[in-house]
Every structure is written in structure tokens, then in C-alpha cells.
């Protein structure tokens, strides 16, 4: 692992090349960090919040040879530098996938989800916790309204509620989160 | 094109991000995406969108097998992935238990035209009215639902009263000896009671479309070795009731056939249904810890996945729980097997115990 010493004079050089304002570039940084963790994930890697910190170190490792003449968008330069550590890491995860079987335990879990997540829908207004309920319902059961239907009743595209649901729905996974931790 | 404020990523772009998540873009490929995620929000949201769409495909059954095997190789393997999936489990359960409260279960559906045609019907009808003095329209259109399953299930125990096809426990099905071939000419399936069991139970599955009624449809595929055709009859009736403890262990008994007859030809796909079957046995336990039919099926289970240990102490369980009933011969048979081997391996020098 790339272990080059991050000083809070060079951090402070990322954050202006990434923003125009110290709050601006803190967002970026935030923003590039969170996506590359994504990536390495889906990528398969089993620890994709330090590569992305690898990945970020090393950018700033270059910030003084970079910065004068580079053109366009900052993360994008993240981009090469982050495929660099993963085939530097050679930590792809071996394909595991996992036949314990699942235990009451694990049920139990699930049992935990639903109550937060109706504790979670309770707190929507009724208008989200009706859309909620109507979009994500199994498609394939009887007397249910389509989602085309629901989409016109909103006075929306099918893509538009789509997005609406998709939001709606990750307000609710932070929540759902949040429950089950405390 | 789209909604003011909603995302214009197009078609094509979204199918790359549903491959890009599948893991099947050459490096090329990727390498255009992970760009575009770092720098384009609403690219990325489009990402997490599909992302969360994969997962509820993958929840509802309605990847194709290979999509389904790149799911389980790209989106399963961290722990935040798997969050994401028991949040998409949950949601599904909760709509699917909204809608069934919200819909009513037996429609109170007039017919009278049809019924009070049927001579045979009003004869019943008045015998039944005599009896129990309950009012006529109600018993026909409400009790005649609940009559065809009870009927069909008795005419499924006449069918299998002699031998039954399948080794695991079917909740409401009394016991019978085991024959696993079909057919033959020393065959013991009543098969005049075998068809009715069928017209009845296929009838009430399509005119109620409750729980119940798919429950007792899947009994009678799972009986007959049906097991694809009882697994769907299953999935049915969870949907609409998932906290059916002989509904979970009825289920979990169809899976595990299906693993046996797959075990052949595809261990992978064997070793699915096993897991599924343990996970829905392990569901009923909870549901209902003395659930004899799911004790039963367990032990067959983790027999068959050669977990003796737990396979010994679950007929143990099972037989401090029964110790009477014709099923206790066969569980009896199964702990001395394991016994055995047990005895024999400690017997071997350097194996295993």
C-alpha cells in the first residue's frame, strides 16, 4: 500500500484544485471519495474505502506536477490514478459466495428491517408512503395498479416516478439504517 | 424528452450501467463509466438507481439464471451490498403484506344463478342449513371455498393412504409409507381420490386465490412429486402470507426435493435450493419451534447435506416431541444410521468424527 504522508498544507492544495472555495472543494473531495469507494466495491475488492484513500493520497502526491497545466474536470484524473492502485492492490476478492445457510438469526434481522422500515414509512408524508407502497409491490400480483397507471394519476412519466420512488426509497434505506443501528 | 429536474440518461447509457454493475464491460467499457460516475451526478444517480432496481429483480425472482449468478458474483459480496438487499426483502414483505390487507381475502362474490341450478348443491345446501342453521347464500358463496379445500385435502390423504412418492413431511397429509417410484402396477394411489383432490384444489385456487388455497395446491403437486409446480403454488401463497408456519415448512420440503433432483446434473443449482430450503425450515422453527413436519424435513435436510451432528440432534428434538406417531419409525431409522456412521468413523483410524 502507497502510505505517502498527506500533510494538511498539500489537503488544502487538493481542496482548491478541486473547488473554487474551501466548502466547494470539501464537497468534491467528499463526493469523489464516496463514488471511488463504489467503484473499488464493485469491483470486487475487500476494502474499497482504502484504496479510495490510496487512490486520493497518491492524486495528491502529484497535485504540484499536475495542477499547472491540467485541463478539465478534476475527478476525472482520480479516474486513472484509481484504476492504477487496483491493479497495483491485486486484491480482487475471490468469488465467495456464501452457502452458509441462514439461521433464525437472520430472520430475525429481517423481522428488524420491517419494523423500522414501517416505523420509517410512518414518518413519510401520506402522499410518499402511498406511492412507496403502490410502486414497489410485487408487479406480478393480481389487482394492483400498474406503474403506468400510478404514473398518470401522479401526472408524471414513468421515468419521473421512477425517480420520485428511487428517492423517496433512499430516504427510507438511510432511515431503515439509522433504526437498526441504534 | 424527460421531466424537468428528472435525469436524461438515455437507454443505451442505462444498459451500460446495468452491465457495468454485472460485470460484463471489458476494461474499456469500464473505464469510460467509472469516468463519467466520478464526474457526472446524475450519471451516478442513474447508477444507484439501477443498482437498486437490479436488487428488487433479483428480490422478485426476475433476473434470467446468468444475470442472477453475476448478482450474486458483483452485488453480494460486501456487507453494504447485503444491506441493501435485506432493505429490499423488507420492502417487498411490506408491500406484499400491505396489499394483502388491503384486499379482501374471500371476495363475497354472488353466484346464485349457477348454484341454485344445481339440485345436488340446494340438497346440500338445506342439509347444511338444518345442521349448523347458518343462512344459505352465506354458506354458498363463503363456506363452499373453505368445503373444496377441506375436501381436497381429504381426497389427497385417500389418495396417499396406502404409499406416498415424496420422503419429507407435507403439513395435513397423514403419514403413509414411502414408495419413491410412481406408478406401476403395484402402485396404492387411489387415483379416482387423486383427481378429485386435483379438480378441487386447482378450483379453489382459481376462484379464491387466497393463501390457503395455494397452500393446499401446493400440497397436492408437492405429493406428486410436482415440485416446480408446488414451489410456484408456494411462492403464491407466502406472498400473501409469509408467517404460515407449515406454510414455510411445505415450502422449504418442495425446495429440497427440487435440490435432490437437481443434485445430479447441477450441484451449484442443488446447493441453492438446499440453502432456500434451510432458510424457510429455519423460518417455520421460529415461527413455530415444535412444528413436527419441519423437524421432520430438517433432519432429511441436513442428512442430505451430511451435517450429521445437527441432523442427529434434530431427530433427537424431534422424537422427545413425538414418540408415537407412525412418523417416529422412520425418524427412529434415520438417528440409528447416523449412529452408525458416527461409530463406524470413530471406529476408522484418522477419520473424521
Request: charged share 30%.
Amino acid at each position: 500500500m502507497n502510505n505517502e504522508a498527506v500533510t494538511h498544507d498539500s489537503f488544502e492544495a487538493l481542496l482548491s484544485w478541486l473547488g473554487t472555495t474551501r466548502d466547494d472543494g470539501a464537497q468534491k473531495y467528499e463526493t469523489i471519495r464516496a463514488r471511488l469507494i463504489r467503484i473499488f466495491m464493485n469491483k470486487r475488492c475487500t476494502d474499497p474505502e482504502d484504496l479510495a484513500d490510496t487512490t486520493i493520497n497518491r492524486v495528491i502526491g502529484k497535485l504540484s506536477t499536475i495542477t499547472p497545466d491540467y485541463v478539465g474536470d478534476p475527478a476525472s484524473y482520480f479516474c486513472g490514478v484509481a484504476r492504477m492502485v487496483y491493479l497495483e492492490s491485486g486484491r480482487r476478492k475471490e468469488l465467495t459466495i456464501s452457502r452458509e445457510p441462514v439461521t433464525p438469526a437472520a430472520d430475525l434481522v429481517l423481522d428488524q428491517s420491517r419494523k423500522c422500515l414501517r416505523s420509517c414509512l410512518a414518518q413519510l408524508p401520506t402522499q410518499q408512503q402511498v406511492l412507496v407502497m403502490d410502486y414497489y409491490v410485487d408487479e406480478k400480483l393480481e389487482k394492483i395498479k400498474s406503474r403506468q397507471q400510478l404514473a398518470s394519476e401522479l401526472g408524471l412519466t414513468m421515468n419521473a416516478l421512477r425517480i420520485r420512488a428511487y428517492r423517496i426509497r433512499t430516504l427510507l434505506e438511510q432511515c431503515v439504517r439509522e433504526c437498526m443501528a441504534a | 424528452m424527460e421531466n424537468p429536474g428528472g435525469l436524461s440518461i438515455n437507454s443505451s447509457e442505462q444498459d451500460q450501467l446495468r452491465n457495468y454493475l454485472l460485470g460484463r464491460l471489458d476494461d474499456h467499457g469500464e473505464e469510460q463509466v467509472e469516468q463519467r460516475l466520478l464526474s457526472d451526478d446524475e450519471f451516478f444517480e442513474e447508477f444507484e438507481l439501477i443498482e437498486s432496481e437490479l436488487i428488487d429483480q433479483f428480490v422478485y425472482g426476475r433476473l434470467s439464471d446468468e444475470e442472477r449468478v453475476l448478482f450474486e458474483e458483483h452485488l453480494l459480496q460486501t456487507p453494504k451490498q447485503r444491506e441493501k438487499l435485506a432493505f429490499a426483502t423488507a420492502l417487498r414483505e411490506e408491500t406484499t403484506d400491505h396489499l394483502a390487507r388491503t384486499i379482501q381475502v374471500v371476495p363475497f362474490e354472488p353466484r346464485p344463478k349457477v348454484r341454485i341450478r344445481s339440485p345436488n348443491l340446494l340438497k346440500i345446501a338445506a342439509a347444511v342449513i338444518v345442521a349448523v342453521g347458518l343462512p344459505v347464500t352465506v354458506w354458498v358463496l363463503v363456506g363452499r371455498r373453505t368445503s373444496d379445500i377441506e375436501r381436497g385435502m381429504l381426497a389427497l390423504n385417500q389418495a396417499y393412504k396406502n404409499e406416498r412418492l415424496v420422503e419429507s413431511r407435507i403439513s395435513e397429509v397423514n403419514y403413509s409409507q414411502f414408495r419413491p417410484t410412481r406408478g406401476g402396477q403395484d402402485s396404492q394411489i387411489d387415483t379416482r381420490a387423486l383427481n378429485e383432490a386435483g379438480l378441487r384444489l386447482s378450483e379453489s385456487a382459481r376462484t379464491t386465490g387466497n393463501a390457503a388455497s395455494y397452500h393446499a395446491l401446493g400440497r397436492f403437486y408437492l405429493a406428486g412429486k410436482d415440485f416446480e409446480k408446488a414451489k410456484d403454488q408456494f411462492e403464491q401463497a407466502i406472498r400473501l402470507d409469509s408467517q404460515n408456519a407449515e406454510l414455510q415448512s411445505d415450502y422449504a420440503a418442495a425446495l429440497f426435493e427440487l435440490g435432490k433432483a437437481a443434485r445430479n446434473d447441477d450441484e451449484a443449482k442443488a446447493a441453492e435450493y438446499f440453502n432456500k430450503s434451510l432458510e424457510h425450515i429455519n423460518r417455520a422453527l421460529v415461527l413455530n419451534d415444535s412444528l413436527l413436519e419441519a423437524l421432520f424435513n430438517r433432519g432429511l435436510l441436513l442428512e442430505e447435506l451430511t451435517r450429521l451432528p445437527e441432523a442427529e440432534d434434530t431427530w433427537r428434538t424431534y422424537l422427545q416431541i413425538d414418540s408415537t406417531s407412525p412418523w417416529t419409525k422412520e425418524a427412529r431409522r434415520h438417528l440409528s444410521a447416523i449412529e452408525d456412521q458416527r461409530k463406524k468413523a470413530s471406529e476408522t483410524p484418522g477419520a473424521l468424527p
